[in-house]
C-alpha cells in the first residue's frame, strides 16, 4: 500500500480525506447516529481519525475527540486544523457508545505503554461499538502478532488493499467485522486472499477421465482414507479409486477399492497419499515413484525425510503446525515467511493450515485463507480438505490454483453444513 500510494501522485491530503470519509460512511451504515469518540494518536492514524470526526459531525453525529498527544506529520497536522470542534486530552477521555480507535494502525513495531493500553481498553470496554482505523492499536500489520492487551473490536476499516495481520492468528480474532474501503489506489501483490475458484467446465462430450481420477492410497486406519475418498468425489472427480489390500466399510459403491490398480497409469490426475496412512514409508515411496502429480497429507508428511526429496515432483503438502514442524523444522520469521521458505526448499506447494490457512508456491505467490468457520477444527476435516484438493488437481487446475481452491471450497461446505458438523457433514455439503 505504502509502493501504490507513493506511486499514484494523488497528495497525501487527498489520500487522507478518503480514508477519513471512507471511515465515516463504514461507522454510519454500520451503525447510524450515536454519542462518538474518536481517539487520534499523532501520526497518519490520527489523521484519518480528524477527518472522520468531521464527517461524522456533517451527518449530525454528537462527535467528541481525544488525542493522545500533537500531530506529529503535515498531512496530520492538515487535518486537525480540518476539524473544527475542541479536542480533549486522550488520558482525560470519557467512555461514548461508538469508540474509534485511530491511535496507531499499519507500522506499530512496538507494544504499547501500560498506561495507555489500560485507557485503551477501559474505552473499549465502556462502548457499546468499538470501531478501528485500519487494524486495532495494539497489532504488528504484517505478522499478525499482538503486541500488547488488544481487545476484540465490533468492525474494522482498512483502506486500499487488506494488510497481512487481517488474515493472520492472533490479530484477527479481534477484529470484527472488516471492511475494505477503496480510496482510488490499486495495490498489487503476490499476497493476496484467496477467492472463489473457476473450476474447468465440464465438457458435454466428455467422459469420466476428462473429469479426473483421483487414486487414493490407503494405510492402517481406513476411516481416514474413505472420508479423503468420499470428498474427492463430492468435489467432483469423475472417478475415484482406493488402493486397498482390505475392503473398506462404507464407501460408496461408485468408489473402487482395488489391490492391483497401477499408480503410473497415465489417466490417473492425481494420487492422494497420507490420511490414515500409519507408519508404511513404503507407500509413499511408491507414490513418489509414479510420474504423477501427488496431494501428501497427515502421515505421509511425516515420512518424506528431507524436503529436498520432493525436488522434481508435482506435489501438494497440506501440513498444520505439528507436520510443518516435524518436516521442515522451527522455520525463523512470521508464518507467511515460513509458508513460503517451506514452498522454496522442497518445491512444492504447501498449504500450512490451521485457524489462518496459508497457500504458498515456490514462485513466491502467497494466498490467505478468506475467514473459515472454527467449527473446521474436528477430527477428519482435514482428510476432506485432501480430497477436495486432489480433485482440484485432477481437475487440471495448476497444482497452486488447485491448492487454492480446496481451500476456498473447503472453508464455505463448512459454512453450509453449520456449527455442529462433523466431518461426513462436510463431505455432504460440498
Known amino acids: 500500500m505504502r509502493s501504490a500510494e507513493a506511486a499514484s501522485g494523488v497528495p497525501e491530503t487527498e489520500l487522507m480525506e478518503r480514508a477519513g470519509k471512507a471511515l465515516a460512511e463504514a461507522i454510519h451504515l454500520f451503525i447510524g447516529p450515536r454519542p462518538t469518540l474518536v481517539l487520534a494518536g499523532p ?6 481519525g480528524y477527518v472522520a470526526a468531521r464527517h461524522l459531525a456533517a451527518r449530525g453525529y454528537d462527535v467528541r475527540v481525544a488525542a493522545l498527544a500533537e500531530p506529529a506529520s503535515d498531512t496530520a497536522r492538515w487535518a486537525a486544523s480540518q476539524w473544527a470542534g475542541p479536542v480533549e486530552p486522550f488520558v482525560e477521555a470519557r467512555p461514548a457508545e461508538i469508540l474509534v480507535d485511530c491511535l496507531f494502525g499499519t507500522g506499530l513495531t512496538r507494544g504499547l505503554e501500560t498506561e495507555i493500553a489500560g485507557r485503551l481498553t477501559e474505552l473499549v470496554d465502556g462502548s457499546v461499538v468499538a470501531v478501528a482505523c485500519d487494524l486495532p492499536s495494539g497489532i504488528a500489520s504484517d505478522d499478525g502478532s499482538t503486541l500488547s492487551t488488544v481487545s476484540d473490536y465490533d468492525l474494522t476499516v482498512t483502506f486500499g488493499a487488506l494488510k497481512p ?20 489506489i490499486a495495490a498489487e501483490s503476490n499476497w493476496f486472499e484467496i477467492g472463489a475458484p473457476q473450476i474447468p467446465p465440464l465438457d458435454p462430450a466428455g467422459h469420466k477421465y476428462d473429469r479426473g481420477l483421483v487414486h487414493c492410497l490407503a ?5 481416514a482414507i474413505a472420508l479423503a475418498a468420499r470428498a474427492a468425489a463430492r468435489a467432483g472427480a469423475g ?3 482406493v488402493s486397498t489390500s482390505r475392503a473398506i466399510d462404507g464407501l460408496p459403491a461408485a468408489i473402487v477399492q482395488t489391490d492391483t490398480a497401477v499408480l503410473n497409469d497415465p489417466r490417473v490426475g492425481c494420487l492422494l497419499v497420507g490420511p490414515g496412512l500409519g507408519d508404511i514409508p513404503q507407500v509413499l515411496t511408491l507414490a513418489l515413484t509414479a510420474p504423477r502429480p501427488i496431494v ?4 505421509a508428511i511425516g515420512l518424506v525425510g528431507e524436503p529436498e526429496r520432493l525436488h522434481g515432483h508435482d ?3 497440506t501440513p498444520h503446525e505439528g507436520e510443518f514442524v516435524k518436516l521442515f523444522g522451527e522455520l525463523e520469521g512470521s508464518k507467511p515467511e515460513r509458508a513460503l521458505a517451506a514452498a522454496s526448499r522442497s518445491q512444492s506447494v504447501v498449504v500450512y493450515k490451521g485457524p489462518d490457512t496459508l497457500v504458498a508456491s515456490p514462485d513466491g505467490r502467497l494466498g490467505f485463507a478468506p475467514p473459515a468457520p472454527a467449527w473446521l477444527a474436528s477430527a477428519g476435516t482435514g482428510d476432506v480438505l485432501a480430497g477436495i484438493i486432489a ?3 485432477a ?23 453449520g456449527p455442529r458438523m462433523i466431518a461426513d457433514d462436510l463431505i455432504a455439503a460440498i
Open 43 to 48: 501520526g497518519n492514524n490520527g489523521g484519518d
Open 165 to 184: 495481520s487481517h488474515c493472520l492468528m492472533p490479530a484477527k480474532q479481534h477484529l470484527g467485522r472488516l471492511v475494505l474501503a477503496d480510496i482510488g
Open 219 to 223: 494405510g492402517k486406519m481406513p476411516g
Open 239 to 241: 472417478y475415484v479409486r
Open 296 to 299: 501428501i497429507d497427515a502421515d
Open 315 to 317: 506435489v501438494i503438502l
Open 391 to 393: 480433485t482440484m488437481r
Open 395 to 417: 481437475r487440471g487446475l495448476p497444482p497452486f490454483e488447485a491448492a487454492c481452491a480446496g481451500v476456498w471450497l473447503h472453508g464455505s461446505a463448512a459454512e453450509r453444513a
